[in-house]
């Protein structure tokens, strides 16, 4: 079994990245990266009969609990009975979690570490490919509230994070292709030689090549550590891991997050973001056209959801934005393929214009 070991360099809160296809059978891996003392397995009702019960014969000794699945259920209430499942069995300060499944039992579960007895070690084991690109690496875990997303959190950096490869196996195409916007995403804000390999290697990202999709995990990886360890709690430049969000944020607002996924959301404001810095000078219109040309060959849709409301209720939805600062929006652009910055400095009739031709 051959692995990749990367490591998030945040001093004393490093840790590391290990990626590779059959993490989850070696014994040897995962004594060294989860330990032994107290073990709370935290997943969920669909991801329990795929991997639980594998893992748990490899720690004998382990607890675990099964959450409902769904979005709907990264909240306060779910947190609570993981609370409870660890003061029913008694454990302490030294107790680590592991967060088996995709971005919203790693929220959760990061977030009850944070939480419990004032913070407990977590070790991260995506199971999607959004997750083991991005939600499991950084620290940010938090819950949704009635009036926003991810509006209860806390920073709060894992000891470990496990990615096997072999998990995304069972993981359906729709899922699979939102997790490629995020993979999409490095290239476009950070890595233009990296948005070139894409470019090349789409086809076998798509059949789910494994030593192309291994590769793609680690550079993805590898590109989101840098920033997170440049900028833990998004002081500043971490805010360019956000590239199509306030778009996409603003399109799943309006559609009460009935449409799309987050991913796909996110790959058509990243088409968004691209077609102001165009006209705001900033990038080519073939920089446009390439952008486009991959988030379609991923699978991702180009073309706005029906139904939604006229532009000036979407700039709205976009001004209840987290980045939104002293009243200014603040929107992630690009100078260039692979430049990304931040700015509140962008003529509004341009960005009206971006959401009349897309929208
Ligand atoms: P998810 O966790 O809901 O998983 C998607 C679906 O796939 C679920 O039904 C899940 O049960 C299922 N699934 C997971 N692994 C599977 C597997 N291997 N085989 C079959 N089915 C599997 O969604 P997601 O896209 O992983 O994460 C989205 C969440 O992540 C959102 O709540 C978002 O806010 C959060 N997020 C957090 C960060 C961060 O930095 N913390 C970054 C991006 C997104
Ligand atoms: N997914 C954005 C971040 O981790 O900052």
């Known amino acids: 079994m051959t692995s990749i070991t990367l490591q998030v360099d945040l001093a004393e809160r490093s840790y590391p990245i290990t990626i590779g296809e059959g993490l989850l059978k070696d014994d040897a891996l995962l004594r060294q990266h989860i330990g032994s003392g107290q073990l709370m397995v935290v997943t969920n009702e669909t991801i329990a009969p795929l991997y639980l019960e594998p893992l748990l014969a490899k720690m004998p000794s382990a607890h675990s609990i099964i959450l409902p699945d769904g979005e709907q259920y990264k909240k306060l209430a779910t947190v609570e009975r993981v609370f409870e499942a660890l003061l029913n069995q008694r454990h302490n300060r030294s107790t680590t979690l592991i967060a088996l499944g995709g971005g919203v039992v790693g929220d959760m579960t990061g977030f009850a570490a944070a939480c419990y007895q004032r913070g407990v070690r977590f070790i991260q084991i995506p199971t999607t490919l959004l997750a083991q690109v991005d939600s499991s690496v950084g620290g940010k875990t938090g819950v949704n509230h009635a009036l926003g997303k991810n509006m209860i959190g806390a920073f709060h950096q894992p000891a470990s994070v496990l990615i096997d490869t072999d998990t995304l196996s069972t993981l359906p195409s729709r899922e699979y292709q939102a997790g490629l916007a995020e993979v999409i995403k490095y290239g476009l804000i950070c890595d233009a030689d990296f948005f070139v390999w894409l470019e090349d290697n789409i086809a076998a990202l798509m059949a789910r090549n494994q030593a192309v999709l291994q590769y793609a995990i680690a550079r993805s990886c590898e590109n989101k550590a840098k920033v997170v360890a440049a900028d833990e709690r998004e002081g500043g430049i971490r805010a360019i891991l956000n590239l199509g969000h306030t778009f996409g944020h603003a399109i799943e607002t309006a559609t009460q997050y009935k449409t799309w996924l987050h991913g796909e959301a996110v790959g058509f404001g990243m088409i968004m973001a691209l077609d102001l810095s165009m006209r705001l000078g ?21 073309s706005a959801p029906d139904n939604l409301p006229d532009t000036d209720a979407m700039m709205a939805l976009m001004g209840m934005d987290k980045k939104v600062l002293d009243g200014q929006l603040r929107l992630v652009l690009l100078r260039a393929i692979g430049e990304a910055f931040i700015s509140n400095d962008f003529d509004t009739d341009l960005l009206k214009q971006t959401l009349q031709q897309y929208l």
């Open 282 to 302: 900033l990038i080519k219109a073939s920089e446009l056209r390439r952008a486009i040309g991959l988030i379609a060959a991923a699978g991702l849709p180009v």
